[in-house]
């Protein structure tokens, strides 16, 4: 199947940094990439669809200036938490959109570990 | 918008039963229901889907049934074994073109007892 990949897989940052997670689609295109968030015990909740070449979608209640989204390819799209503090401490999770004979399909990441001190 | 409800929270069974996780939805015009099975501190991997034209998929010791009418589908897994503990998401997609967003449901943890 397919694969996509995070980096980092975790990252701990004082608070008031800014850091960067990269998704990459390694062996297919992705025009639209999701970014998620899960809390502990908690569900995944989508933050963004960020379209190749285009500005992301925010769901509702996403702070589009906190939580900047670049698809500058078909293969990369990165998620910067800007100004970070502890509450935004979580496990964040991008997906790729792929075509799977007819039809699309998500494929999940492993997963960033936030951690924010 | 789309709202998935999923039951039960937690779900303990003896190796070699069977598990049953239930979900509903809300919108009607959700079309493609995966379910997702996620391991301590990874991602969700996708076990098994269906779309609203079959009404039942199985895929070895995994099966989903959707019943559109009453807006619910279920994950049957038989013959359990202890590599089948870990939390199970279920989701539901309304497939409009250039609107593919799932909506998650709450989870399931299932445990396997040996």
């Excluded at chain 1, 939580?67 to 496990?91: G, K, R």
């Excluded at chain 2, 099975?37 to 991997?45: A, D, I, S, V």
Aim: with cysteine.
């Amino acid at each position: 199947g397919a694969v996509v990949s995070q980096h980092p897989s975790w990252v701990i940052c004082k608070s008031g940094t800014s850091v960067k997670i990269e998704c990459r689609s390694l062996d297919f295109q992705a025009t639209t990439m999701f970014w998620y968030r899960q809390f502990p015990k908690q569900s995944l909740m989508l933050m963004a669809t960020s379209n190749e070449g285009s500005k992301a979608t925010y769901e509702q209640g996403v702070e589009k200036d906190k939580f900047l989204i670049n698809h500058a390819s078909l293969t990369l799209s990165t998620l910067t938490v800007t100004s970070a503090h502890p509450e935004d401490s979580s496990f964040y999770i991008c997906s790729a959109l792929g075509l799977v004979g007819r039809v699309d399909e998500q494929f999940f990441g492993p997963g960033t570990r936030l951690t924010v001190l | 918008g789309e709202n998935v409800e999923q039951h039960p929270s937690t779900l303990s069974v003896q190796e070699g039963d069977s598990a049953v996780i239930k979900c509903t939805y809300s919108d009607s015009a959700s079309n493609y229901f995966p379910w997702y099975k996620q391991e301590l501190g990874k991602g969700p991997q996708l076990i098994i889907d269906i779309r609203s034209n079959v009404g039942e998929k199985k895929d070895q010791r995994i099966a989903v049934t959707l019943n559109k009418t009453a807006k619910h589908f279920s994950l049957h897994i038989t013959e359990t074994q202890p590599e089948d503990s870990a939390v199970y998401f279920c989701a539901a997609q309304e497939s409009n073109f250039g609107n593919e967003k799932l909506t998650f449901g709450t989870g399931t943890r299932l445990t396997i007892i040996p």
